[in-house]
Protein backbone atom coordinates (compact mmCIF):
# COMPACT_ATOMS: atom_id res chain seq x y z
CA UNK A 1 0.00 0.00 0.00
CA UNK A 2 0.99 3.34 -0.74
CA UNK A 3 0.64 6.63 0.83
CA UNK A 4 1.50 9.02 -1.95
CA UNK A 5 -1.42 11.39 -2.20
CA UNK A 6 -4.15 10.51 -4.95
CA UNK A 7 -6.73 12.22 -5.88
CA UNK A 8 -9.83 9.90 -6.01
CA UNK A 9 -12.79 10.73 -8.12
CA UNK A 10 -16.26 9.04 -7.73
CA UNK A 11 -18.59 9.33 -10.86
CA UNK A 12 -22.61 7.87 -11.34
CA UNK A 13 -23.33 5.30 -8.74
CA UNK A 14 -20.07 4.75 -7.27
CA UNK A 15 -20.07 4.89 -3.99
CA UNK A 16 -18.91 3.62 -0.13
CA UNK A 17 -17.56 0.10 -1.10
CA UNK A 18 -15.88 0.94 -4.46
CA UNK A 19 -14.02 4.08 -2.08
CA UNK A 20 -13.03 2.13 0.22
CA UNK A 21 -12.20 -1.23 -1.95
CA UNK A 22 -9.64 1.57 -3.35
CA UNK A 23 -7.92 2.47 0.23
CA UNK A 24 -6.61 -0.96 0.14
CA UNK A 25 -4.44 -0.41 -2.35
CA UNK A 26 -3.97 3.44 -1.73
CA UNK A 27 -4.29 5.00 1.84
CA UNK A 28 -3.30 8.51 0.92
CA UNK A 29 -6.61 9.16 -1.31
CA UNK A 30 -7.78 12.54 -1.29
CA UNK A 31 -11.48 12.72 -2.27
CA UNK A 32 -11.98 15.31 -5.15
CA UNK A 33 -14.93 16.39 -7.36
CA UNK A 34 -13.33 16.26 -10.87
CA UNK A 35 -10.08 15.01 -12.43
CA UNK A 36 -7.28 17.32 -12.11
CA UNK A 37 -5.30 18.45 -15.08
CA UNK A 38 -1.82 17.07 -13.45
CA UNK A 39 -0.69 14.65 -10.77
CA UNK A 40 -1.78 11.16 -9.58
CA UNK A 41 -5.64 10.73 -9.94
CA UNK A 42 -8.16 7.51 -9.50
CA UNK A 43 -11.58 7.71 -11.49
CA UNK A 44 -14.15 5.32 -10.51
CA UNK A 45 -17.30 5.30 -12.90
CA UNK A 46 -20.76 3.87 -13.19
CA UNK A 47 -23.06 4.52 -15.31
CA UNK A 48 -26.47 2.54 -16.13
CA UNK A 49 -24.70 0.46 -19.42
CA UNK A 50 -20.72 0.78 -18.43
CA UNK A 51 -18.35 0.96 -15.83
CA UNK A 52 -14.97 2.19 -15.43
CA UNK A 53 -11.69 2.86 -13.77
CA UNK A 54 -9.11 4.68 -14.70
CA UNK A 55 -5.49 5.60 -13.03
CA UNK A 56 -3.14 8.50 -13.58
CA UNK A 57 0.05 7.75 -11.85
CA UNK A 58 3.77 8.78 -12.51
CA UNK A 59 2.78 10.22 -15.71
CA UNK A 60 1.34 7.19 -17.19
CA UNK A 61 -2.55 6.40 -17.93
CA UNK A 62 -3.74 2.85 -17.69
CA UNK A 63 -8.02 2.10 -17.64
CA UNK A 64 -10.47 -1.02 -17.45
CA UNK A 65 -13.89 -1.11 -18.28
CA UNK A 66 -16.71 -3.45 -18.49
CA UNK A 67 -20.32 -3.67 -19.95
CA UNK A 68 -23.25 -2.99 -17.19
CA UNK A 69 -27.04 -2.96 -17.47
CA UNK A 70 -30.00 -0.73 -16.35
CA UNK A 71 -31.52 -4.13 -14.88
CA UNK A 72 -28.79 -4.90 -12.24
CA UNK A 73 -29.78 -5.04 -8.64
CA UNK A 74 -27.88 -2.27 -6.66
CA UNK A 75 -25.70 -4.64 -4.57
CA UNK A 76 -24.73 -6.89 -7.66
CA UNK A 77 -24.07 -3.75 -9.54
CA UNK A 78 -21.75 -2.80 -6.61
CA UNK A 79 -19.95 -5.81 -6.54
CA UNK A 80 -19.19 -6.05 -9.95
CA UNK A 81 -17.63 -2.24 -9.98
CA UNK A 82 -15.79 -3.03 -6.98
CA UNK A 83 -14.41 -6.86 -8.44
CA UNK A 84 -13.45 -4.86 -11.57
CA UNK A 85 -11.40 -2.26 -9.41
CA UNK A 86 -10.14 -5.00 -7.17
CA UNK A 87 -9.04 -6.87 -10.07
CA UNK A 88 -7.34 -3.82 -11.93
CA UNK A 89 -5.29 -2.63 -8.73
CA UNK A 90 -4.12 -5.80 -7.80
CA UNK A 91 -2.65 -5.81 -11.16
CA UNK A 92 -1.26 -2.54 -11.47
CA UNK A 93 0.42 -2.51 -7.66
CA UNK A 94 0.67 -6.55 -6.87
CA UNK A 95 -0.84 -6.36 -3.69
CA UNK A 96 -2.63 -9.19 -2.23
CA UNK A 97 -5.01 -7.74 0.12
CA UNK A 98 -5.31 -10.91 2.38
CA UNK A 99 -9.19 -10.30 3.21
CA UNK A 100 -9.43 -9.76 -0.51
CA UNK A 101 -12.52 -7.55 -1.62
CA UNK A 102 -14.27 -7.74 2.13
CA UNK A 103 -14.27 -4.44 3.02
CA UNK A 104 -16.55 -4.95 6.59
CA UNK A 105 -15.28 -4.63 9.96
CA UNK A 106 -17.29 -7.94 11.00
CA UNK A 107 -15.66 -11.52 8.76
CA UNK A 108 -17.29 -13.75 11.76
CA UNK A 109 -21.01 -12.54 11.41
CA UNK A 110 -21.11 -13.40 7.95
CA UNK A 111 -20.35 -17.26 8.55
CA UNK A 112 -23.20 -17.12 11.76
CA UNK A 113 -25.94 -15.14 9.51
CA UNK A 114 -25.09 -17.70 7.05
CA UNK A 115 -25.52 -20.79 9.06
CA UNK A 116 -28.66 -19.47 10.09
CA UNK A 117 -29.56 -18.84 7.17
CA UNK A 118 -29.29 -22.63 5.95
CA UNK A 119 -26.27 -22.35 4.12
CA UNK A 120 -23.83 -25.29 4.08
CA UNK A 121 -20.71 -25.31 4.95
CA UNK A 122 -19.07 -25.44 1.48
CA UNK A 123 -21.85 -22.17 0.55
CA UNK A 124 -19.88 -19.93 3.47
CA UNK A 125 -16.26 -21.29 2.38
CA UNK A 126 -17.23 -20.16 -1.09
CA UNK A 127 -18.69 -16.64 -0.54
CA UNK A 128 -15.02 -15.97 1.35
CA UNK A 129 -12.58 -17.92 -1.14
CA UNK A 130 -14.79 -17.16 -4.21
CA UNK A 131 -16.82 -13.93 -3.96
CA UNK A 132 -14.61 -12.16 -1.85
CA UNK A 133 -11.03 -13.56 -2.44
CA UNK A 134 -10.53 -13.79 0.46
CA UNK A 135 -7.17 -16.42 1.54
CA UNK A 136 -7.82 -19.66 2.61
CA UNK A 137 -5.82 -19.15 5.82
CA UNK A 138 -7.97 -16.18 6.81
CA UNK A 139 -11.19 -18.19 5.97
CA UNK A 140 -9.57 -20.87 8.29
CA UNK A 141 -9.03 -18.34 11.16
CA UNK A 142 -12.54 -16.60 10.68
CA UNK A 143 -14.23 -20.27 10.32
CA UNK A 144 -12.20 -21.55 13.91
CA UNK A 145 -13.70 -17.89 15.47
CA UNK A 146 -16.84 -19.05 14.65
CA UNK A 147 -16.69 -22.42 16.29
CA UNK A 148 -15.72 -20.93 19.29
CA UNK A 149 -18.49 -18.17 19.37
CA UNK A 150 -21.33 -20.82 18.60
CA UNK A 151 -22.34 -21.92 22.33
CA UNK A 152 -21.74 -18.33 23.54
CA UNK A 153 -24.05 -17.06 21.09
CA UNK A 154 -27.03 -19.97 21.78
CA UNK A 155 -26.83 -18.99 25.24
CA UNK A 156 -27.23 -15.30 24.36
CA UNK A 157 -30.76 -13.73 25.45
CA UNK A 158 -32.21 -11.01 22.79
CA UNK A 159 -33.43 -9.29 26.19
CA UNK A 160 -30.11 -9.66 27.68
CA UNK A 161 -27.67 -6.23 27.32
CA UNK A 162 -24.38 -5.10 27.96
CA UNK A 163 -23.35 -1.99 29.89
CA UNK A 164 -20.25 -0.11 29.00
CA UNK A 165 -19.06 3.26 31.24
CA UNK A 166 -16.25 5.29 29.85
CA UNK A 167 -13.54 7.22 31.85
CA UNK A 168 -11.83 9.68 28.71
CA UNK A 169 -8.78 10.30 31.15
CA UNK A 170 -4.77 8.96 30.47
CA UNK A 171 -1.44 9.76 31.92
CA UNK A 172 -0.73 10.38 28.67
CA UNK A 173 -1.36 10.28 25.29
CA UNK A 174 -0.64 7.24 23.67
CA UNK A 175 0.71 8.66 19.25
CA UNK A 176 -1.39 5.59 17.48
CA UNK A 177 -4.36 6.96 19.73
CA UNK A 178 -7.64 8.51 18.50
CA UNK A 179 -9.78 8.33 21.55
CA UNK A 180 -11.43 11.23 22.98
CA UNK A 181 -9.57 11.52 25.95
CA UNK A 182 -8.00 14.29 27.84
CA UNK A 183 -4.26 13.80 30.09
CA UNK A 184 -4.59 14.37 33.46
CA UNK A 185 -1.35 15.81 33.93
CA UNK A 186 -2.62 19.57 33.42
CA UNK A 187 -4.33 21.07 36.45
CA UNK A 188 -7.65 22.00 34.35
CA UNK A 189 -8.16 18.46 33.01
CA UNK A 190 -7.43 17.66 37.09
CA UNK A 191 -10.36 20.03 37.87
CA UNK A 192 -12.68 18.08 35.47
CA UNK A 193 -12.38 14.35 36.93
CA UNK A 194 -14.08 14.88 40.17
CA UNK A 195 -17.62 16.29 38.42
CA UNK A 196 -16.95 13.84 35.86
CA UNK A 197 -17.18 10.91 37.99
CA UNK A 198 -20.12 12.30 39.66
CA UNK A 199 -22.23 13.33 36.48
CA UNK A 200 -20.98 9.58 35.37
CA UNK A 201 -22.60 8.29 38.26
CA UNK A 202 -25.85 9.74 37.98
CA UNK A 203 -25.99 8.80 34.04
CA UNK A 204 -25.35 5.18 35.61
CA UNK A 205 -28.79 5.05 38.04
CA UNK A 206 -30.58 6.59 35.48
CA UNK A 207 -29.69 4.15 33.03
CA UNK A 208 -30.45 1.44 35.32
CA UNK A 209 -34.24 2.66 35.79
CA UNK A 210 -34.46 2.87 32.02
CA UNK A 211 -33.15 -0.65 31.47
CA UNK A 212 -35.83 -2.27 34.26
CA UNK A 213 -38.60 -0.38 32.38
CA UNK A 214 -37.45 -2.07 29.11
CA UNK A 215 -37.31 -5.84 31.13
CA UNK A 216 -33.77 -5.92 30.23
CA UNK A 217 -31.37 -7.87 31.77
CA UNK A 218 -27.44 -6.83 32.50
CA UNK A 219 -24.99 -9.64 30.83
CA UNK A 220 -21.83 -7.83 30.86
CA UNK A 221 -20.02 -4.72 32.73
CA UNK A 222 -17.02 -2.93 30.69
CA UNK A 223 -15.37 -0.45 32.07
CA UNK A 224 -12.97 0.84 29.69
CA UNK A 225 -11.04 4.84 28.41
CA UNK A 226 -9.37 5.98 28.40
CA UNK A 227 -7.34 4.82 31.18
CA UNK A 228 -10.45 3.89 33.77
CA UNK A 229 -7.38 3.87 36.54
CA UNK A 230 -6.14 7.64 35.69
CA UNK A 231 -8.41 7.75 38.15
CA UNK A 232 -7.95 8.60 41.61
CA UNK A 233 -8.07 5.04 44.05
CA UNK A 234 -11.12 6.99 46.22
CA UNK A 235 -12.92 8.03 42.30
CA UNK A 236 -12.82 4.43 41.43
CA UNK A 237 -14.31 2.98 44.69
CA UNK A 238 -16.62 6.00 43.89
CA UNK A 239 -17.44 4.98 40.30
CA UNK A 240 -17.14 0.96 41.32
CA UNK A 241 -19.06 1.48 44.70
CA UNK A 242 -22.00 3.40 42.59
CA UNK A 243 -22.55 0.19 40.33
CA UNK A 244 -22.53 -2.30 42.73
CA UNK A 245 -25.23 -0.58 44.85
CA UNK A 246 -27.27 0.30 41.34
CA UNK A 247 -26.94 -2.88 39.75
CA UNK A 248 -27.28 -6.59 40.67
CA UNK A 249 -23.74 -7.99 40.36
CA UNK A 250 -23.77 -11.43 41.35
CA UNK A 251 -25.87 -11.98 37.60
CA UNK A 252 -23.28 -10.48 35.94
CA UNK A 253 -21.48 -13.05 33.70
CA UNK A 254 -18.29 -10.84 33.22
CA UNK A 255 -17.24 -7.80 34.52
CA UNK A 256 -13.93 -6.15 32.98
CA UNK A 257 -12.23 -2.99 33.65
CA UNK A 258 -9.00 -1.73 32.04
CA UNK A 259 -6.07 -0.99 33.90
CA UNK A 260 -4.30 -0.37 31.18
CA UNK A 261 -1.08 1.65 32.22
CA UNK A 262 0.86 0.60 34.41
CA UNK A 263 2.12 4.52 35.57
CA UNK A 264 -1.27 4.81 36.94
CA UNK A 265 -2.26 2.00 38.00
CA UNK A 266 -0.98 0.75 41.56
CA UNK A 267 -1.76 -2.23 44.26
CA UNK A 268 -4.06 0.20 45.91
CA UNK A 269 -5.98 0.60 42.35
CA UNK A 270 -5.94 -3.20 41.57
CA UNK A 271 -7.13 -4.44 45.31
CA UNK A 272 -10.20 -1.81 44.35
CA UNK A 273 -11.04 -3.60 41.21
CA UNK A 274 -11.19 -6.96 43.50
CA UNK A 275 -12.50 -5.82 46.17
CA UNK A 276 -15.84 -4.29 44.13
CA UNK A 277 -16.18 -7.11 41.59
CA UNK A 278 -14.32 -7.33 38.47
CA UNK A 279 -13.94 -10.82 37.46
CA UNK A 280 -11.74 -9.57 34.48
CA UNK A 281 -8.87 -6.68 34.00
CA UNK A 282 -6.70 -5.37 30.81
CA UNK A 283 -3.01 -4.73 31.74
CA UNK A 284 -1.95 -3.57 28.38
CA UNK A 285 1.86 -3.49 27.21
CA UNK A 286 1.25 -3.29 23.66
CA UNK A 287 4.88 -3.85 23.29
CA UNK A 288 7.88 -4.79 25.82
CA UNK A 289 10.80 -2.74 24.18
CA UNK A 290 11.25 0.62 26.15
CA UNK A 291 12.18 2.12 22.89
CA UNK A 292 8.87 1.20 21.30
CA UNK A 293 7.25 2.36 24.21
CA UNK A 294 9.40 6.17 24.29
CA UNK A 295 8.26 6.51 20.60
CA UNK A 296 4.81 6.10 21.15
CA UNK A 297 4.76 8.64 24.39
CA UNK A 298 4.59 6.00 26.89
CA UNK A 299 5.47 7.16 29.75
CA UNK A 300 7.11 3.89 32.02
CA UNK A 301 9.18 0.95 31.06
CA UNK A 302 8.69 -2.95 30.41
CA UNK A 303 9.74 -3.47 33.74
CA UNK A 304 7.00 -1.73 34.85
CA UNK A 305 4.13 -3.65 32.61
CA UNK A 306 6.51 -6.63 34.55
CA UNK A 307 6.09 -5.36 37.82
CA UNK A 308 2.01 -4.21 37.42
CA UNK A 309 1.04 -7.92 36.17
CA UNK A 310 2.71 -9.31 39.21
CA UNK A 311 0.53 -6.46 41.56
CA UNK A 312 -2.88 -7.40 39.83
CA UNK A 313 -1.93 -11.46 40.33
CA UNK A 314 -0.75 -10.64 44.19
CA UNK A 315 -4.47 -9.00 44.27
CA UNK A 316 -6.14 -12.23 42.94
CA UNK A 317 -6.83 -11.21 39.38
CA UNK A 318 -7.20 -14.34 37.70
CA UNK A 319 -8.51 -13.53 34.15
CA UNK A 320 -6.10 -11.07 32.84
CA UNK A 321 -6.04 -9.44 29.06
CA UNK A 322 -3.06 -8.23 27.63
CA UNK A 323 -2.84 -6.14 24.20
CA UNK A 324 -0.20 -5.83 21.76
CA UNK A 325 0.06 -3.89 18.93
CA UNK A 326 1.96 -4.93 15.61
CA UNK A 327 3.59 -2.55 13.51
CA UNK A 328 4.14 0.20 16.15
CA UNK A 329 6.88 3.23 15.30
CA UNK A 330 10.48 1.79 15.09
CA UNK A 331 9.47 -1.85 15.91
CA UNK A 332 10.73 -5.23 14.39
CA UNK A 333 9.84 -8.75 13.42
CA UNK A 334 12.22 -10.04 15.96
CA UNK A 335 10.98 -7.01 18.45
CA UNK A 336 7.48 -7.95 18.16
CA UNK A 337 8.34 -11.49 18.48
CA UNK A 338 10.41 -11.05 21.65
CA UNK A 339 7.14 -9.19 22.93
CA UNK A 340 4.69 -12.14 21.98
CA UNK A 341 7.40 -14.04 23.67
CA UNK A 342 7.35 -12.22 27.12
CA UNK A 343 3.46 -11.71 27.57
CA UNK A 344 3.17 -15.42 27.01
CA UNK A 345 5.97 -15.94 29.57
CA UNK A 346 3.59 -14.00 32.08
CA UNK A 347 0.51 -16.94 31.20
CA UNK A 348 -2.59 -14.20 31.07
CA UNK A 349 -5.41 -15.51 30.30
CA UNK A 350 -6.00 -13.46 27.45
CA UNK A 351 -3.75 -11.98 24.28
CA UNK A 352 -5.24 -9.69 21.99
CA UNK A 353 -2.88 -8.77 19.12
CA UNK A 354 -4.22 -5.58 17.40
CA UNK A 355 -2.42 -4.97 13.90
CA UNK A 356 -1.57 -0.45 14.13
CA UNK A 357 -4.43 1.41 12.47
CA UNK A 358 -3.37 4.70 11.16
CA UNK A 359 -6.16 6.56 12.10
CA UNK A 360 -6.56 10.16 11.02
CA UNK A 361 -7.09 12.01 14.71
CA UNK A 362 -3.90 10.13 15.95
CA UNK A 363 -0.62 12.23 16.51
CA UNK A 364 1.05 9.53 14.39
CA UNK A 365 -1.09 10.62 11.70
CA UNK A 366 -1.40 14.53 11.86
CA UNK A 367 2.66 14.66 13.00
CA UNK A 368 4.47 12.50 10.58
CA UNK A 369 1.62 9.43 8.83
CA UNK A 370 4.58 6.72 8.25
CA UNK A 371 4.64 4.47 5.18
CA UNK A 372 3.03 1.27 5.47
CA UNK A 373 5.02 -1.20 7.16
CA UNK A 374 6.20 -4.36 4.76
CA UNK A 375 6.86 -6.30 7.73
CA UNK A 376 3.61 -6.12 9.95
CA UNK A 377 2.46 -9.54 8.14
CA UNK A 378 5.48 -11.26 9.24
CA UNK A 379 5.26 -9.77 12.50
CA UNK A 380 1.49 -11.15 12.80
CA UNK A 381 2.76 -14.79 11.90
CA UNK A 382 4.22 -15.22 15.15
CA UNK A 383 1.10 -15.68 16.58
CA UNK A 384 1.25 -19.16 15.53
CA UNK A 385 3.77 -18.88 19.37
CA UNK A 386 0.00 -18.28 20.69
CA UNK A 387 -1.22 -21.60 19.23
CA UNK A 388 1.42 -23.43 20.74
CA UNK A 389 1.17 -22.29 24.29
CA UNK A 390 -2.52 -23.09 24.32
CA UNK A 391 -3.91 -20.38 23.32
CA UNK A 392 -6.85 -19.59 20.60
CA UNK A 393 -8.55 -17.18 18.69
CA UNK A 394 -12.41 -16.26 20.08
CA UNK A 395 -13.27 -12.55 18.48
CA UNK A 396 -11.80 -10.84 15.28
CA UNK A 397 -12.06 -7.54 13.87
CA UNK A 398 -10.77 -5.56 11.25
CA UNK A 399 -11.03 -1.07 10.93
CA UNK A 400 -10.46 1.54 8.37
CA UNK A 401 -6.98 2.47 7.51
CA UNK A 402 -5.66 -1.25 9.31
CA UNK A 403 -1.74 -1.54 7.41
CA UNK A 404 -1.95 -3.80 4.67
CA UNK A 405 -5.89 -4.54 5.89
CA UNK A 406 -4.90 -6.92 8.27
CA UNK A 407 -6.91 -7.54 11.38
CA UNK A 408 -7.25 -7.57 15.53
CA UNK A 409 -7.73 -10.85 16.64
CA UNK A 410 -8.39 -12.31 20.50
CA UNK A 411 -6.89 -14.63 21.60
CA UNK A 412 -7.32 -16.31 24.80
CA UNK A 413 -6.83 -20.13 27.18
CA UNK A 414 -10.08 -22.13 27.05
CA UNK A 415 -13.01 -20.53 28.75
CA UNK A 416 -11.59 -17.11 29.10
CA UNK A 417 -13.47 -15.85 26.25
CA UNK A 418 -14.42 -12.27 26.93
CA UNK A 419 -17.91 -12.38 25.97
CA UNK A 420 -18.32 -8.03 25.93
CA UNK A 421 -16.18 -8.28 23.12
CA UNK A 422 -18.30 -11.20 21.45
CA UNK A 423 -21.59 -9.36 22.23
CA UNK A 424 -20.05 -5.75 20.92
CA UNK A 425 -18.54 -7.71 17.65
CA UNK A 426 -21.52 -9.60 16.48
CA UNK A 427 -23.88 -7.42 17.73
CA UNK A 428 -26.08 -9.65 19.42
CA UNK A 429 -27.90 -7.48 21.92
CA UNK A 430 -28.11 -3.67 22.83
CA UNK A 431 -24.90 -2.36 24.13
CA UNK A 432 -26.07 0.99 26.94
CA UNK A 433 -22.68 3.42 27.19
CA UNK A 434 -22.22 6.06 29.81
CA UNK A 435 -19.99 8.47 30.14
CA UNK A 436 -18.32 11.04 27.85
CA UNK A 437 -18.17 10.05 23.68
CA UNK A 438 -20.69 7.05 24.94
CA UNK A 439 -22.01 5.51 21.59
CA UNK A 440 -25.43 3.32 22.85
CA UNK A 441 -26.50 0.48 20.48
CA UNK A 442 -30.05 -0.41 20.41
CA UNK A 443 -30.85 -4.12 19.06
CA UNK A 444 -34.01 -5.05 17.95
CA UNK A 445 -34.50 -8.03 20.56
CA UNK A 446 -34.92 -11.54 18.45
CA UNK A 447 -34.12 -10.77 15.24
CA UNK A 448 -31.49 -11.59 13.32
CA UNK A 449 -30.50 -8.79 11.05
CA UNK A 450 -31.94 -6.51 13.41
CA UNK A 451 -32.58 -3.15 13.66
CA UNK A 452 -30.38 -1.11 15.01
CA UNK A 453 -30.22 2.48 16.42
CA UNK A 454 -28.06 4.68 18.44
CA UNK A 455 -27.99 7.18 20.90
CA UNK A 456 -24.98 9.70 21.11
CA UNK A 457 -23.28 11.00 24.30
CA UNK A 458 -21.22 14.65 23.77
CA UNK A 459 -17.98 13.63 22.86
CA UNK A 460 -15.81 15.79 24.92
CA UNK A 461 -15.92 15.82 29.23
CA UNK A 462 -16.57 19.52 29.48
CA UNK A 463 -19.54 19.05 27.11
CA UNK A 464 -20.71 15.96 28.86
CA UNK A 465 -20.77 17.90 32.12
CA UNK A 466 -21.92 21.04 31.02
CA UNK A 467 -25.15 19.58 28.74
CA UNK A 468 -25.66 16.62 31.17
CA UNK A 469 -29.66 17.33 31.49
CA UNK A 470 -29.66 17.05 27.88
CA UNK A 471 -27.45 13.79 27.90
CA UNK A 472 -30.24 11.58 30.01
CA UNK A 473 -32.83 13.79 28.32
CA UNK A 474 -31.50 11.38 25.13
CA UNK A 475 -31.92 8.50 26.68
CA UNK A 476 -35.48 8.11 26.92
CA UNK A 477 -34.67 6.80 22.88
CA UNK A 478 -34.03 3.48 24.97
CA UNK A 479 -37.83 2.89 26.09
CA UNK A 480 -38.81 4.26 23.07
CA UNK A 481 -36.72 1.95 20.80
CA UNK A 482 -38.35 -0.81 23.28
CA UNK A 483 -41.70 0.38 22.99
CA UNK A 484 -41.74 -0.47 19.45
CA UNK A 485 -41.56 -3.71 20.12
CA UNK A 486 -44.06 -4.16 23.16
CA UNK A 487 -46.22 -7.22 22.66
CA UNK A 488 -43.89 -9.37 20.53
CA UNK A 489 -41.99 -12.58 22.57
CA UNK A 490 -38.07 -12.13 21.72
CA UNK A 491 -36.96 -13.78 24.47
CA UNK A 492 -35.56 -16.80 22.47
CA UNK A 493 -31.99 -17.78 22.06
CA UNK A 494 -29.68 -16.44 19.27
CA UNK A 495 -30.19 -19.45 17.33
CA UNK A 496 -26.94 -20.84 15.16
Known amino acids: ?152 LADARPMDYSLYAGIPFCPSRCSYCSFVSRTVGDKATRALVQPYVDCLCRELKAMREIADECGLHLKTLYIGGGTPTSLSAAQLRQLMGCLAETFDLSRLSEYTVEAGRPDCTDAEKLQALKEYGATRISINPQTFSDEVLKNIGRRHSAQDILDCFAQARAAGHDNINMDLIAGLPGDTVEGFRKSLETAISLEPENITVHTLTLKRASNLVVEHRPDAYDDVARMLAHCDLLEKAGYRPYYLYRQKGTLQNLENVGWCKPGYEGLYNIYIMEEVHTILSAGAGGSTKLVQPGVRHARIERIFNYKYPTEYIGQFDTVLARKKGVKEFYDAFAGTNPETTYQQ
Open 1 to 152: MTNAPICLILHGMAGYEAEHTARMFFSGLQRADTVPQEGDCLLISSKPYAQMVFLRQNGEARWTACAASPEQEPADREYALCRLLYHFLQEKTGIRPPWGMMTGVRPVRIIHDMRAAGATEEEIRARFVDHFECTPERFKTALRIAEVQRPI
